[in-house]
């Protein structure tokens, strides 16, 4: 990361220094790949459409969100209304560090001799021990903790957020399986199993609840 990125990136962060700007990002993220509209960012944060608006706006001023439109009503042609603007948040991270530090070069450049090296195995096993030292009583709860954005259903564990994002983009098969040996470890044990099941604008990995005999 450049100097002038690393500037870039803290301000975009310093726009959610305001607490009803942080929660209407919130709002948009909790809404995983699915757009969501002002109104239904209104109702979330109980405040008025026009107040709404203006923080979303700023978050995409920001570099935070991006801004798609269509009519919500499913209807087109004369007579079906504007198309509403609708959020969702962007695909790429911002991180921030001052002074500036290189901890994601590191990162791709560790990712890539453990790929040359064939030490994928090796790799795995470190993952899984690490998410075995934090053994999670609340999966969904320890999962959030780490910045997984998970969404629970009574039989199931999406998670919305991969942190492992650029380098799973570099370094896929690698990077996908550690963070299956991790969540793997996380849950030894519970009435959970971590499974692979990749699918667009969500992480790789997910919670199945195991099946009583």
């Given at each position: ?10 301000a ?42 203006f ?12 801004v798609s ?25 911002h ?11 590191a ?9 040359r090296s064939?030490?994928?195995q ?39 957020n ?27 044990g519970?009435e ?22």
């Amino acid at each position: 990361m450049t100097t002038s990125e690393n500037w870039d990136d803290l301000a975009a962060v310093t726009a959610l220094s305001d607490g009803v700007r942080r929660s209407a990002y919130q709002a948009v993220a909790d809404g995983g790949p699915e757009p969501v509209g002002r109104d239904e960012v209104a109702d979330t944060l109980g405040v008025g459409r026009t107040l709404a608006a203006f923080h979303l706006d700023k978050l995409v001023d920001a570099g935070l969100l991006q801004v798609s439109y269509a009519r919500r009503t499913g209807r087109s042609g004369p007579g079906a209304g504007r198309p509403a603007k609708l959020y969702r948040v962007v695909p790429w991270e911002h991180s921030v560090s001052v002074p500036p530090r290189a901890y994601r070069d590191a990162a791709e450049m560790l990712a890539e001799a453990v790929d040359r090296s064939g030490a994928d195995q090796a790799l795995y096993e470190v993952a899984r021990e690490q998410g075995r030292r934090e053994p999670a009583s609340d999966p969904a709860a320890a999962l959030a903790e780490r910045g997984y954005s998970p969404v629970a259903g009574p039989d199931r564990i999406e998670l919305r957020n991969c942190p492992f994002h650029r380098l799973a983009e570099q370094f896929p098969p690698l990077i996908c399986g550690m963070n299956l040996a991790l969540v793997d470890g996380m849950v030894a044990g519970s009435e959970w199993t971590a499974r692979m099941d990749p699918a667009p604008g969500r992480c790789c990995v997910t919670l199945c609840k195991n099946k009583s005999d």
